[in-house]
């Protein structure tokens, strides 16, 4: 069964509830003994981080360089692992201030303008779309997911393609589930996108 295609809130909600125990299983593994810690660095502490450095900061919102390095640790251990931890790594810590500044200014001004912050965190090195969208995801989730292979394989039968193109559909597709949700006779929970998102992660992970 496809959890995209039911819209039974108590379905998803059993899903997504499923999310912080199955990120500790998945810990249990060969190389991952850290995933628990990094999803709650990620999904609890970054935004409040880069806000308390704001207050802080005569204004500048940014993430650092560490920070993104942890970010991309997060997504090669609950995903598939790819050879772009270096290259992150590479990065400096002026060019991740300055380019995260920049896209997270955008969406702390006006959400609604994710595209042009999706585009300012691709200047950095190692970042492509989906590493992006994390951040976006963290930041905006009411309107941006993070681009798993796992959500999109569940809205989209073609072969994954990490472009804006498939993202901006991707999204489209997540906030249009989420306003479903939303809309329940009876809503027990107010769901964002990458609550989808996660919900639809657990499918794809008991399922295989």
């Known amino acids: 069964m496809n959890l995209y295609n039911d819209n039974d809130q108590l379905m998803w909600k059993k899903h997504l509830d499923q999310y ?27 935004k409040k981080n880069a806000y308390a450095r704001f207050n802080a900061a005569n204004g500048k ?7 993104l390095i942890n970010i991309m640790k997060w997504k090669l251990t609950r995903g598939k692992f790819r050879p772009l931890l270096k290259l992150v790594e590479s990065n400096t810590e002026d060019s991740v201030k300055l380019y995260t500044n920049k896209a997270l200014n955008i969406l702390h001004k006006d959400h609604n303008k994710w595209k042009q912050a999706l585009t300012e965190l691709k200047y950095l090195k190692g970042i492509g779309v989906a590493t992006a969208s994390i951040i976006l995801a963290v930041f905006v989730p009411e309107v941006c997911p993070f681009m798993s292979d796992e959500a999109y394989k569940s809205v989209c039968s073609d072969k994954m393609s ?18 479903i949700l939303n809309n329940a006779d009876s809503v027990n929970e107010i769901w964002d996108t990458e609550m989808v998102g996660k919900a639809l992660w657990v499918a794809s992970i008991i399922s295989t």
């Not at 919102?61 to 920070?67: M, P």
Request: glycine share 4%; net charge neutral.
């Open 61 to 67: 919102l940014f993430i650092t360089k560490n920070e």
């Open 162 to 179: 990490y472009t804006n193109k498939e993202y901006y559909y991707l999204q489209q597709k997540l906030v249009d589930k989420a306003n």
């Open 20 to 46: 912080d125990q199955m990120i500790k299983l998945m810990g249990i593994g060969k190389n991952k003994e850290n995933l628990a810690q990094l999803d709650e660095l990620l999904w609890n502490n970054l």
